[in-house]
């Protein structure tokens, strides 16, 4: 028993249990210390960081029912502003002021069992000090679980309801327990956070990486102990971590770091409180948002008096030098917008008074307050446009500006409503749509952030829909769908489908357009159904019906919605039948597109289309830019997570040749989120109509009735329906339509006639004259404040943590223009009034646009800010005064300005981040620190240990030429290390380009400092400061400058103006100056003979240079002779054998991997490579079967490139292993040389070829000078007029002869100093229709530097080419370094657009671009550069280029200048529509070919008009006489042309008469151009104006061209002419036959059996025999008929056709009579073959005399 009650006693003590949870006794006083620290800044040591520190004393009283009295004793509240951790924290006495007096008041709040309550505070207690509260009181919440000691909930706090995790340890032998709590602060149930600005930024919610930009953390450590109230909290510290990395970077990022600690330091008993204050409930633990809101983070404004301030504000912006920028204008306007947010109705009404008649004042205040976007701002500028107080394009501007940035609420939309409905808005047509479309987007971003949308609101834009659908009424059709896509709310979706036809038989009416606006409608509702939206998009995407623009349409709204891979192969697989080659082409290239897509947004259907893409056709994707496509262009770059690609849709119209719809869009991605920046579009109809006359009486004419009347006998035939003319714009951003415009027909009718009629565009001219005469002076000024995105979250601290990004643009034009004319215009202008004028022209402006972008993160309250600030400035001016005379007789320009005498800065862009900390009681105490400090240096420990050997050799390396380092492409020598690693962290330089003899100088200024020397990430970079800045300065003179003057003279008074500027006065001579004696002149004036014999001495020194070198040079081994031999003559300044290149081309035979800097250093070695390649070079190409003759020929050259082992291997050679044949050189053969001097004059630099070509062009150009025989054509003075009227400066003078078998133009620019060689020279040659040539060179009389250029056509792989080759054998070093930065962007960039590379070793100091042309419609590519090739087979051209591919371009017989001038009419004459019928091969519009036999004595429909105009009509039937002739019929207006052989000759039968060769050419008098005439064996017809350009017709050929204005208006056996070859045989009916015979024998025209010579009718048939259908007896009747005999005839001939049967069962007493032609709306129930008669007996044929 003793054992028992002794094991009870121990099992009772053990199983005693502390009570863990924590409290506070009601009768006893507990005092806390309390501190609470928050820092913002980047984590690395020795940077300045910003932050603040609160320490208190905190007493906590218990009170009944689980109350607590709170009490904040001694408050003191700290900044920290400095270097991280040396400077100390300095205390704010004026802050205590402010934050006290709230801080010090009594607070009660509930807290039982850990848990938090209500909290209460003195009834006007400021939100900000309430928080605050929150904020120490949240140290105490707390969630004990008494059966865990680990366990995970969601807790709330001041931060929301987050995920958190608990660890309890107990330690019972103290008494204590330890607590650690760790909350995950992107883990959120009930997230505490407000965003602003982001409405229009989309987050990815698929996306496979989603982390955020944004991490929080927080953890907190308790220590407790027991007591008998509970646990009793002795110890509270937490610490939470908000890090930032902007560019996705581990270790590129901010941290704000808030710190809290909380000590018990004494309890006492309680002592009666009496509160005798009201104490209001400001609600729970959750963090409350305060008026931060309406504050900015970018400036601390003390709010005293809105109304004052803001006029000061406006006084300050408009004080300032109208004709300077105001450099504090960007900082100004965002007060301004701050202020007019917390202004009051009444006060912007006073201050629109006192504004109203300043125009400055009224544009900058109505920026502020558009700007502003509160509800009280938008009811004044609702007012105001309700009461006509604003202008007409103000009203426009406010609606435009202020509905899109205003805050969307319930009154704010009800006043929008409002204001979309009054009078003044619907009286305005632009007012209306504006106000309609903002309205849309309004109910856009109020529905964002509500759980669902009021039907009501969206009724205004319904309403507007039914009734523009009961009117009839296209505008606003378009209007509602419009405003109904910026709404995008799934409630809209069944009034967008009642404007679809597949859905509303009532829409069958509506235009295509309204088509297309409806799918676009529904961009916007897939975001929030995309499945219900898919599906009507899919059925919208398979309907053949519909117009291939509404397809594509829809094809680019399901893209957008990121289909799954079931919808995308449903796709591909519907494209494997598709009709359409303009929905085909442009789906596979969107595909395409989306394939090669590597953005992480678009991962799945990236995917999807890879896969889709397999099972269509590779043919598509050679489809030329006829047909529609997507041309995707952009970025993405994965480390950074951010990128934009650029999207061009081109939707073309089989109906016209001109782009149907041009869409172009620019979307940015970030950090998982996607943002529309930008996207305008234009959609055109019936424009190829205005090209041509329109005041023609088509329906006037015979041809038009009887076609009428003729149509009806096509089975089922129709005229196209009427397209007007009509353009269509809009713009979008942020993926919110803004504006759109429709111009109409009459519109542009009448803007054509004002621009093509002399007597309405001599008026417009004038009119604009007068204008500008009337002087032009004032100043404009547009602020906008073009971004406001905002992000806060609380702290543990109770303060609010901002990250906020600002962006305002401002754009300034102060400017005074006078125009002085004389003699002035008379009433009756014409514009040789204007050619006889002579004109003053005073211009005085300084236009400017500024952008100031803020980027802070930090605490942002009404009393006080701290954090970093990020500030980027770009500011960009043209400061534009001088003093013009023009004299339009003389065609002289006279240009004066004054010399630069300060410094200007034209282009400036400034970045820095600061650490700032502001104070609302003294904003003048502000403090802004640089976070990079100026005496920042590098830690010693990370500094390199330098010898002063390496030293040394540091400073020879820098010592070295430019041209050497630009040998070494990609090493990165000293002189090109980055600023980190040259200077540690700053760089500064300065680049200047002094012009002395003009007085001034442009300087680029470029100066960094940055933390990247701490971690090399992008956002160190930018932490620091940047400048870069781009002035115009003056440079000192030793004699001072009166003016800049600027002269232009053209004409035959160049050269007097060049004499009597520059030649003494003694010199001058009269105007009776012989032409030899001027030239004279001019050439010792311009010293252009020292140019050519400079050219002469270098020729003949490189002649002779070789031959020179070859007698020191030591003979090379006998493996290398015959390559050394070789060497280049391009390259002859360098050719000389070495052991060094011997050296390297061994290396060269071992390693096919290329070294730069090896070959740069060895030209022999170059020279040998190049010659391997270009010793058969005579050969027109390289073919397999021929290859290996090729590879032996050369292989005396002893060359092993790596193309060479290449192409053994290769059965079928790569594009880029062939060789260019010029052109040239087949028609102008080389002279061949003696063997003796073969080994020097035959080499060359990449080709044989080439050497040639350029010392004939070499030789030409130094012997020719154009000043000996020819004036010169223009010239240019730039230069400046001293005191001591000497002039100085520049002088450009032009020399053409365009006229002659060789065009050549010759520049010269030269320094007028006498003292100065320095010149530049440029000489550009056509050669002949085959060469073209030119070159630049500058330096010392034009020697110094070249860069020369050739352009020639040729062969290239059996096809026709062109080359363009550019060779530069010197520059400078500075064009070098920008050459090489932009040579690293090219392998991407080809890359991107499709390319394929390969490392080659080709000229080291050359360019060759061949651009080959397989067909007219596709090219191959080939570009060689120094050890790169690109190249490309197949690629597209925009338009088919006029040439034959297998015809070689020496056969051309252009003249040199026509071969250039010829091309754009040749790509437009490529363009018209050619038919021809050839005995039974036809060939249509579409270049389809076919075999036909056409029945006899039966026209058939060749080719038509099927407009509504019905201009012609071509037709044409075998004669009986033999079978391969035929005869043709025209109708044409009142004309009706008949061509027909008889006896051997061609006849020609106008209107019946017949008409004799002699009378021929054959005017028409109508009003319409006509013209027969003979031509070669037989006759053209020519009628453009009709239609068709060119009818010819010989009695066995008929070729009939039309002009491409007729595309998709033509029909008959030639086709649609829209380039749908799949819809090849389109019947009268528009249903496609099944073979060639049926679609013929649908375009017969029937006629009377007794009144024609055509026998045959179309009837129906039935199939004789019982036939089984569906195991049912059937009698089965052709769907279309047939051809038969008539009664009374019978066949002779027949033809196999496939027919289209339809079966009822055969006791059906369905009986389908011969009367009936055709089974419309009936299934096609089997196929079968029958015969179709074509020629028939008649000699039982009835007809009634």
Not at 277 to 304: D, S
Not at 401 to 412: C, E, G, V
Not at 977 to 993: D, L, Q
Request: charged content about 20%; aromatic content about 8%; some cysteine.
């Amino acid at each position: 028993m003793k054992s028992l009650i002794l094991a009870l006693v121990f099992t009772f003590v053990g199983s005693q249990t502390y009570n863990t949870v924590p409290g506070f006794s009601n009768s006893k006083t507990y005092l806390y210390s309390y501190e609470g620290l928050i820092l913002h800044g980047l984590q690395d040591r020795g940077l300045a960081r910003a932050g603040l520190k609160l320490t208190c004393k905190i007493e906590i009283s218990g009170l009944p029912d689980s109350y607590h009295f709170l009490k904040i004793r001694s408050p003191q509240l700290d900044e920290y502003n400095g270097i991280w951790p040396r400077d100390p924290v300095i205390r704010s006495p004026k802050r205590i002021q402010t934050i006290t007096s709230c801080l010090t008041r009594l607070f009660k709040f509930e807290y039982n069992r850990g848990q938090f309550g209500n909290i209460y505070a003195p009834k006007d207690t400021p939100v900000t000090c309430v928080n605050i509260v929150r904020g120490i009181l949240n140290v105490l919440q707390i969630t004990v679980k008494k059966s865990q000691n680990a366990y995970d909930l969601q807790e709330a706090g001041i931060e929301g309801v987050c995920h958190t995790r608990y660890i309890i340890l107990e330690d019972r032998k103290s008494n204590r327990v330890t607590i650690s709590k760790t909350k995950d602060l992107n883990n959120c149930q009930d997230k505490v956070a407000m965003n602003m600005g982001m409405a229009y930024i989309r987050a990815c919610a698929t996306c496979p990486l989603r982390e955020k930009i944004i991490k929080g953390t927080a953890a907190f450590t308790y220590k407790m102990k027991y007591t008998d109230a509970g646990a009793l909290i002795t110890e509270a510290v937490s610490q939470q971590v908000y890090q930032i990395s902007p560019f996705s970077e581990p270790a590129g990022v901010a941290v704000v770091e808030a710190r809290q600690e909380l000590i018990l330091n004494d309890i006492r008993s309680n002592e009666v409180i009496t509160s005798e204050i009201e104490l209001q409930n400001y609600g729970r633990l959750h963090y409350h948002f305060a008026k931060e809101l309406l504050q900015m983070p970018v400036h601390l404004i003390t709010m005293k008096n809105p109304e004052s301030q803001i006029v000061e504000i406006l006084q300050q912006l408009n004080q300032h030098n109208p004709q300077v920028y105001n450099k504090e204008a960007p900082a100004k306007f965002l007060e301004l917008i701050q202020l007019c947010r917390v202004a009051t109705p009444e006060n912007l009404e006073s201050l629109w008074k006192h504004v109203a008649d300043k125009p400055q004042n009224r544009r900058w205040l109505l920026s502020a307050i558009c700007a502003a976007g509160t509800t009280e701002t938008f009811m004044f500028l609702k007012q105001k446009i309700q009461n006509e107080d604003f202008t007409y394009l103000e009203s426009a501007f406010t609606i435009a500006l202020a509905f899109h940035l205003s805050k969307a609420d319930d009154h704010t939309l009800q006043a929008v409503a409002d204001l979309v409905t009054s009078f003044q808005v619907q009286r305005a047509p632009v007012l209306r749509r504006l106000a309609y479309l903002a309205y849309g987007s309004m109910i856009s971003r109020y529905c964002s952030v509500v759980s669902s949308c009021p039907k009501e609101i969206l009724q205004p834009l319904h309403d507007l829909a039914a009734e523009a659908v009961s009117k009839n009424h296209e505008a606003d059709m378009a209007l509602a769908l419009k405003a109904i896509g910026n709404a995008g709310e799934p409630a809209s979706m069944k009034h967008v489908l009642k404007f679809l036809p597949i859905f509303s038989p009532a829409a069958m009416s509506v235009p295509v357009r309204i088509y297309t606006d409806a799918v676009l409608a529904l961009r916007k509702i897939a975001r929030k159904a995309p499945a219900k939206v898919q599906e009507i998009l899919l059925q919208i995407f398979v309907d053949h019906s519909l117009d291939p623009t509404v397809r594509m349409m829809a094809c680019v709204v399901i893209f957008e919605t990121k289909p799954a891979l079931p919808l995308v192969t449903t796709m591909a697989n519907v494209l494997l039948k598709e009709s359409s080659l303009q929905v085909a082409s442009f789906t596979y290239s969107h595909m395409k597109a989306l394939a090669m897509s590597r953005i992480p947004q678009l991962y799945n259907v990236s995917a999807a289309c890879n896969i889709a893409i397999k099972l269509l056709s590779p043919r598509l994707d050679r489809l030329s830019y006829r047909y529609s496509k997507v041309i995707h262009v952009g970025g993405y770059y994965l480390a950074y997570r951010a990128g934009a690609i650029g999207r061009v849709y081109l939707m073309n119209s089989p109906s016209s040749m001109l782009p149907s719809a041009i869409i172009m869009k620019l979307r940015g991605y970030y950090a998982n989120t996607a943002t529309d920046f930008v996207e305008v579009a234009l959609q055109a109809q019936g424009l190829t109509d205005l090209i041509r006359k329109q005041n023609i009486p088509f329906a006037e004419f015979d041809t038009y009735k009887k076609l009428k009347v003729l149509g009806k006998t096509l089975l089922g035939w129709k005229e196209l329906p009427p397209e007007n003319p009509l353009i269509s714009a809009y713009i979008k951003t942020f993926g919110h339509e803004l504006a759109f415009a429709d111009v109409n027909k009459e519109l542009i009718q009448q803007t054509v006639k004002a621009l093509t009629e002399s007597s309405d565009r001599h008026m417009l001219v004038k009119n604009m004259i007068d204008q500008v005469q009337r002087s032009i002076a004032g100043q404009w000024t547009l602020a906008v404040l073009a971004g406001e995105v905002r992000h806060i979250v609380p702290t543990c601290v109770g303060l609010p943590l901002e990250f906020s990004l600002y962006s305002t643009g401002l754009i300034h034009v102060p400017a005074n223009v006078c125009v002085n004319m004389s003699p002035s215009l008379s009433g009756n202008f014409k514009p040789l009034q204007f050619f006889d004028a002579n004109v003053q022209l005073h211009v005085d402006m300084n236009p400017s646009i500024c952008i100031h972008t803020i980027a802070t993160m930090g605490i942002n309250t009404r009393y006080l800010q701290s954090g970093l600030e990020f500030q980027a400035k770009f500011h960009a001016n043209i400061p534009l005064k001088f003093d013009a005379k023009i004299k339009m007789k003389d065609k002289s320009l006279k240009l004066e300005t004054a010399p630069c005498h300060e410094e200007i800065e034209l282009v400036t862009t400034r970045t820095k981040v600061y650490a700032i900390s502001r104070n609302v009681e003294d904003t003048t105490l502000a403090k802004r620190t640089s976070v990079l400090p100026e005496e920042a240096v590098l830690d010693i420990s990370e500094q390199h240990f330098k010898s002063s050997e390496m030293a040394s050799e540091n400073r020879a390396v820098k010592q070295r030429t430019a041209s050497d380092v630009m040998s070494e492409k990609y090493s990165n020598g000293p002189e090109e290390e980055s600023p980190r690693r040259a200077r540690g962290r700053a760089y500064a330089r300065v680049f200047c380009s002094k012009f002395h003899s003009l007085g001034c100088q442009t300087c680029l200024n470029l100066q960094f400092r940055d933390t990247a020397f701490l971690k090399d990430t992008f956002l160190h970079r930018l932490v620091g400061e940047r400048e870069v800045k781009l002035a115009l300065k003056p440079v000192h003179t030793a004699i001072a400058l009166d003016k800049i003057q600027l002269e232009v003279q053209a004409g035959s008074r160049a050269a007097s103006r060049i004499i009597h500027l520059l030649a003494p006065l003694s010199e001058e001579e009269d105007d009776s100056t012989p032409d030899d004696v001027v030239q004279t002149k001019l050439k010792k004036i311009l010293r252009i003979e020292s140019i050519f014999k400079a050219a002469k001495r270098s020729a003949h020194q490189h002649t002779k240079k070789p031959a020179a070198k070859k007698d020191k040079a030591k003979t090379p081994p006998a493996k290398y002779q015959s390559s050394s031999s070789l060497s280049s003559a391009s390259s002859a300044s360098s050719s000389s054998s070495s052991s060094v290149g011997d050296k390297y081309r061994i290396k060269d035979k071992k390693d096919k991997t290329w070294q730069p800097q090896q070959r740069e250093e060895s030209n022999s070695g170059n020279s040998q490579n190049s010659n391997s390649r270009s010793c058969s070079s005579s050969e027109e190409n390289y073919p397999a079967d021929k290859e290996q003759h090729r590879v032996r020929s050369c292989s005396s050259s002893s060359s092993s490139s790596s193309d060479s082992e290449y192409t053994r291997k290769q059965a079928n050679p790569e594009i880029y292993q062939y060789q260019f044949t010029s052109a040239h050189i087949e028609q102008y053969p080389r002279k061949k040389v003696p063997k003796s001097s073969s080994s020097n004059s035959s080499s060359s630099s990449s080709s044989s070829s080439g050497s040639s070509d350029e010392g004939s062009y070499q030789s030409s150009a130094q012997s020719k000078f154009l000043g000996d025989s020819k004036p010169p054509t223009l010239a240019v003075f730039l230069h400046a007029i001293r005191n001591d009227r000497k002039l100085s400066g520049f002088q450009l003078v032009l020399y053409t002869d365009l006229h002659s078998s060789r065009p050549r133009i010759q520049v010269f620019v030269s320094n007028i100093t006498e003292s100065s060689r320095w010149k530049l020279c440029v000489d550009a040659l056509i050669v002949n229709s085959y060469k073209a040539m030119g070159s630049l060179k500058w330096g010392q009389d034009c020697q110094d530097y070249r860069i020369a250029g050739k352009v020639a056509s040729g062969q290239f792989a059996d096809y026709p080419a062109a080359q363009i080759k550019l060779e530069w054998r010197k520059v400078p070093s500075r064009i070098k370094s920008v050459a090489r930065c932009f040579y690293t962007f090219i392998p991407g960039l080809a890359y991107m657009l499709g390319f394929s590379q390969r490392k080659q070793n080709n000229p080291s100091q050359q360019a060759t671009l061949v651009v080959a042309l397989p067909s007219p419609r596709i090219c191959d590519v080939v570009l060689r550069l120094p050890d790169l090739t690109i190249y490309d087979k197949e690629v597209s051209l925009p338009l088919p280029f006029p040439m034959d591919p297998h015809i070689s371009p020496s056969e051309l017989t252009y003249t040199a200048w026509n071969f250039f001038t010829k091309i754009p009419t040749s790509v437009i004459e490529n363009l018209k529509g050619r038919c021809s019928v050839s005995q039974n091969m036809i060939t249509t519009f579409d270049e389809v070919e076919f075999n036909y036999s056409m029945p006899a004595n039966c026209y058939h429909v060749l080719a038509q008009d099927c407009s509504p105009e019905l201009k012609f009509l071509v037709m044409m039937k075998k004669v009986e006489e033999s079978p391969d002739l035929k005869a043709i019929n025209v109708k044409l207006a009142s004309h009706e042309i008949d061509m027909y052989p008889s006896n051997g000759r061609i006849q020609l039968m106008i209107n019946g008469v017949q008409t004799p060769a002699e009378n021929l050419p054959h005017t028409s008098n109508s009003d319409a151009y006509m013209l027969i005439s003979r031509e070669k064996t037989g006759l053209s017809l020519k009628a453009p104006e009709y239609g068709i350009d060119k009818l010819y017709y010989d009695g066995h050929t008929l070729k009939v061209q039309v002009g491409f204005w007729m595309t998709g208006k033509t029909c008959g056996i030639c086709g649609k002419y829209d380039g749908e070859s799949k819809q090849k045989y389109q019947m009268p009916s528009g249903y496609a036959a099944k073979d060639e015979v049926s679609f013929g024998h649908s375009w017969i025209l029937s006629e009377e059996p007794c009144a024609g010579g055509c026998k045959l009718q179309r009837t129906l048939i039935k199939i004789e025999k019982p036939v089984g259908f569906e195991k049912v007896a059937s009698k089965c009747y052709s769907v279309e008929p047939i051809l038969r005999c008539v009664k009374g005839c019978s066949a002779v001939g027949t033809a196999p056709v496939f027919v289209g049967f339809h079966c009822v069962p055969a006791d059906s007493t369905t009986n389908f009579g011969e009367d009936r032609i055709r089974l419309d709306q009936k299934s096609e129930d089997l196929e079968n073959v029958v015969d179709a008669h074509t020629m028939c007996s008649c000699e039982q044929l009835q007809c009634v005399a």
